[in-house]
């Protein structure tokens, strides 16, 4: 009964989708799957509908109506986020690990390395008075020690870093 229904309303489908589908700036054939599936769904929750075609005329009105709303909401991106070399997902998701790696290795730091680095590192940009102070230290001192813990931050992340790169 499925396969009749279908053979008999695609002659009718593909016109009336040729018919609207340019009024919308889409293509037939898209129009078509969309009702398609419309139909494919009804099958399943309703059974065939009583009226075929008047059915099928109404699901590509409505279709149209669906894909003209959406039109005219959507807007074009200024470049396609995959072309973006700075902001494109691939370059967020390698930033965002690199950034998860560092912040890694600087818990790993012995000492208090790791508590001065990490407030280096704080996004509330602090100054150094304020870091010196929420550290207990002197802030003529802070540029020496910082200078001795990213020196064994160098040497804690070389060997990662090495390893990730081809050799031969």
């Known amino acids: 009964m499925t396969h009749d229904l279908l053979t008999e ?4 489908l593909t016109a009336e989708a040729s018919a609207e589908a340019h009024a919308t700036g889409t293509e037939p054939a898209d129009l078509e799957q969309a009702v398609w ?4 769904e009804h099958l399943a929750a309703d059974g065939p509908p ?3 075609e008047g059915w099928l005329r109404r699901a590509v009105r409505a279709e149209v109506r669906r894909t003209r709303r959406t039109t005219r ?3 074009p991106y200024e470049k396609e986020p995959v072309d973006d070399r700075d902001h494109g997902p691939e370059q967020i998701a390698l930033t965002s690990a690199r950034h998860r790696a560092l912040r890694e290795a600087v818990r790993r730091l012995p000492g208090r390395c790791s508590r001065l680095l990490q407030a280096f590192l704080s996004p509330e940009d ?3 008075r304020e870091i010196a102070g929420e550290l207990g230290i002197s802030q003529g001192s802070l540029g020496p020690e910082r200078s001795r813990c990213l020196g064994c931050l160098r040497r804690l992340l070389t060997p990662e870093v090495a390893a990730r790169e081809v050799r031969g």
């Open 9 to 12: 309303l695609r002659p009718l």
């Open 37 to 40: 599936l419309r139909l494919l």
């Open 50 to 52: 009583l009226d075929p």
């Open 73 to 75: 909401r959507e807007r």
């Open 126 to 128: 602090l100054t150094y």
